[in-house]
C-alpha cells in the first residue's frame, strides 16, 4: 500500500492543517531566505508577512507540535489524518518567481513534518497567483506520490474559474488530484468585524460564491478527473443548490447545469449539526461526504467522529464518511 493512501476500516480525518515548525526555525534562524517574506514575534507567536503585507495570525502550537497532534489523534481514535499547509501562509501576494519557490519550500516542510506521525497524508501548496506554475507544480507533486493539493477560493482578485486556470484544471484533470478547496480570505466587508464573524460566516460566504463561479462555467463537469473536496461541508452551497439551479434555468446561456458539477464535488463532515449532515449525505449522494476536523483550530471541530456517530445514518454511510471514502479517494494515482 502507497504511504498516502489509507486502508479499508480505517478512521480517516481529511481535513487538518499544519505548519512546518522546521520551516519556521529556518526562516528566522536565516538559513532560508525570501525577499518579500518576513517573520515576527507578534502576540506571543510568531508571524510571518509577505510583499509587505499585514501579518499573519500568530502560528499556534497546534499547528507546528508534532506531539500534541499525536496526543490528539489517539484521542479521538483517527487512524490518519491528511493535513494540508495553513492559508494565512500560502504567499499568494509574493511575485510569481517567489511564490512558486515559497510553495516549493513550503511543500517540502509539509512533507517532513508529516514523517513525525506515520498516519499522516500530506497535501502539497502551488503559486495559485501563477496559473501556470502551479499546474507544473501539481504534476510534480502528483508524480512524486502526493494525492492532491489544497487551495485557496482564489488568488488576490483572480477567481477560480478564469480561463488563466484552464492549464491548471486540465493537470488536475489528468492526474486525477485531489483539490481541496478552502476559504482563505474572508472579510468581505466591515459588516463581518464584529462578533467573530469572519470565521463564523465570511469564509462560508467566500466558499459558496467560489462554488457558484465553478458550477455556473462548469469546472468540475468539464474536469471529471480532478477529485474537487470542500471544506465546512460545501458552505451554503448544498443549501441554496435549488436557488442556483433554478437561476441557470432563467439564464441558460451564460451558465451552465449545476447540478452536473454538483454531482462531482465531494465535501467533508464539519459542520457540528448531525440534522444538517444528514441533509448534506442526502443531497451530495453515497459515498461524498468524508470525516472532517480542521485541526487544530477553535472553530474546528476537534470531537470529529461524534457528529457522524450521531446522525441518523445507516450503517453503510457511516463507514463511508468515517474513512471508507477516504480510502477510495485517497487510493487512486495517476
Given at each position: 500500500m502507497n504511504k498516502h493512501t489509507t486502508a479499508p476500516g480505517e478512521a480517516v480525518d481529511i481535513h487538518a492543517h499544519v505548519v512546518p515548525a522546521g520551516l519556521l526555525a529556518d526562516l528566522t534562524a536565516g538559513r532560508l531566505r525570501f525577499p518579500h517574506v518576513e517573520t515576527a514575534t507578534r502576540e506571543g507567536g510568531q508571524a510571518l508577512s509577505f510583499n509587505g503585507g499585514h501579518p499573519t495570525r500568530p502560528v499556534t502550537p497546534g499547528l507546528t507540535d508534532p506531539a500534541r497532534r499525536t496526543a490528539w489523534l489517539d484521542a479521538q481514535r483517527i487512524d490518519r489524518q491528511v493535513v494540508g499547509g495553513w492559508l494565512d501562509i500560502f504567499g499568494y501576494q509574493l511575485p510569481a518567481d517567489e511564490g512558486a519557490d515559497w510553495a516549493e519550500a513550503l511543500t517540502l516542510g509539509i512533507v517532513e513534518h508529516a514523517k513525525a506521525d506515520s498516519r499522516l497524508i500530506p497535501l502539497g501548496t502551488v503559486a495559485l497567483q501563477d496559473p501556470e506554475r502551479a499546474a507544473q507544480a501539481l504534476k510534480a507533486q502528483r508524480a512524486a506520490g502526493l494525492p492532491g493539493i489544497m487551495i485557496a477560493t482564489?488568488?488576490?482578485?483572480?477567481?477560480?474559474?478564469?480561463?488563466?486556470?484552464?492549464?491548471?484544471?486540465?493537470?488536475?484533470?489528468?492526474?486525477?488530484?485531489?483539490?481541496?478547496?478552502?476559504?482563505?480570505?474572508?472579510?468581505?466587508?466591515?459588516?463581518?468585524?464584529?462578533?467573530?464573524?469572519?470565521?463564523?460566516?465570511?469564509?462560508?460566504e467566500d466558499t459558496t460564491v467560489a462554488l457558484a463561479r465553478l458550477l455556473y462555467t462548469g469546472i468540475p463537469d468539464r474536469f471529471p478527473g480532478a477529485r474537487i473536496l470542500v471544506a465546512h461541508g460545501g458552505a451554503a452551497l448544498p443549501y441554496v443548490l435549488g436557488r442556483l439551479v433554478r437561476n441557470h434555468l432563467t439564464n441558460p446561456d451564460t451558465t451552465a447545469d449545476p447540478l452536473a458539477s454538483f454531482a462531482r464535488l465531494y465535501f467533508d463532515s464539519v459542520l457540528f449539526d448531525p440534522a444538517a449532515l444528514e441533509f448534506l449525505v442526502a443531497k451530495a449522494g453515497p459515498g461524498r461526504v468524508l470525516l472532517g476536523s480542521d485541526y487544530p483550530f477553535p472553530i474546528g471541530d476537534l470531537s470529529p467522529r461524534t457528529v457522524v456517530e450521531s446522525a441518523q445514518l445507516d450503517p453503510a454511510e457511516r463507514g463511508r464518511i468515517l474513512g471508507g471514502s477516504a480510502a477510495a479517494l485517497l487510493g487512486e494515482q495517476p
Amino acid at each position: 500500500m502507497n504511504k498516502h493512501t489509507t486502508a479499508p476500516g480505517e478512521a480517516v480525518d481529511i481535513h487538518a492543517h499544519v505548519v512546518p515548525a522546521g520551516l519556521l526555525a529556518d526562516l528566522t534562524a536565516g538559513r532560508l531566505r525570501f525577499p518579500h517574506v518576513e517573520t515576527a514575534t507578534r502576540e506571543g507567536g510568531q508571524a510571518l508577512s509577505f510583499n509587505g503585507g499585514h501579518p499573519t495570525r500568530p502560528v499556534t502550537p497546534g499547528l507546528t507540535d508534532p506531539a500534541r497532534r499525536t496526543a490528539w489523534l489517539d484521542a479521538q481514535r483517527i487512524d490518519r489524518q491528511v493535513v494540508g499547509g495553513w492559508l494565512d501562509i500560502f504567499g499568494y501576494q509574493l511575485p510569481a518567481d517567489e511564490g512558486a519557490d515559497w510553495a516549493e519550500a513550503l511543500t517540502l516542510g509539509i512533507v517532513e513534518h508529516a514523517k513525525a506521525d506515520s498516519r499522516l497524508i500530506p497535501l502539497g501548496t502551488v503559486a495559485l497567483q501563477d496559473p501556470e506554475r502551479a499546474a507544473q507544480a501539481l504534476k510534480a507533486q502528483r508524480a512524486a506520490g502526493l494525492p492532491g493539493i489544497m487551495i485557496a477560493t482564489r488568488a488576490g482578485e483572480l477567481e477560480l474559474d478564469d480561463p488563466a486556470f484552464t492549464p491548471f484544471w486540465e493537470v488536475a484533470d489528468e492526474t486525477r488530484a485531489v483539490v481541496f478547496l478552502h476559504p482563505g480570505f474572508g472579510a468581505a466587508s466591515p459588516r463581518y468585524h464584529d462578533f467573530g464573524l469572519v470565521n463564523g460566516l465570511a469564509r462560508l460566504e467566500d466558499t459558496t460564491v467560489a462554488l457558484a463561479r465553478l458550477l455556473y462555467t462548469g469546472i468540475p463537469d468539464r474536469f471529471p478527473g480532478a477529485r474537487i473536496l470542500v471544506a465546512h461541508g460545501g458552505a451554503a452551497l448544498p443549501y441554496v443548490l435549488g436557488r442556483l439551479v433554478r437561476n441557470h434555468l432563467t439564464n441558460p446561456d451564460t451558465t451552465a447545469d449545476p447540478l452536473a458539477s454538483f454531482a462531482r464535488l465531494y465535501f467533508d463532515s464539519v459542520l457540528f449539526d448531525p440534522a444538517a449532515l444528514e441533509f448534506l449525505v442526502a443531497k451530495a449522494g453515497p459515498g461524498r461526504v468524508l470525516l472532517g476536523s480542521d485541526y487544530p483550530f477553535p472553530i474546528g471541530d476537534l470531537s470529529p467522529r461524534t457528529v457522524v456517530e450521531s446522525a441518523q445514518l445507516d450503517p453503510a454511510e457511516r463507514g463511508r464518511i468515517l474513512g471508507g471514502s477516504a480510502a477510495a479517494l485517497l487510493g487512486e494515482q495517476p
